[in-house]
């Protein structure tokens, strides 16, 4: 995972200057990552997901259930 970070950020600082500029020694991806797999849940949800990331949640609204179809 930390090959493909460190790849990614160099072709697209390479690709925007303006981002080199902006992450000049600092780290352009977070440190961690997370995967899993997608088991029982279809594409539609996942993309849910991905375009849900930018929303600020509460925390006391925050569930997670395994067996949501």
Excluded at 2 to 16: A, P
Excluded at 22 to 46: A, K, L, Q
Excluded at 51 to 67: A, S
Aim: aromatic share 14%; hydrophobic share 30%.
């Amino acid at each position: 995972m930390q090959n493909i970070k460190g790849r990614s950020s160099r072709r697209l600082q390479q690709e925007f200057p303006q981002l080199r500029k902006e992450y000049w020694g600092r780290h352009f991806w977070g440190i961690g990552f997370f995967c899993v797999t997608s088991g029982n849940i279809t594409d539609e949800m996942i993309s849910q997901y991905i375009e849900e990331q930018g929303n600020k949640q509460d925390d006391d609204t925050f569930q997670v259930n395994p067996f949501a179809a």
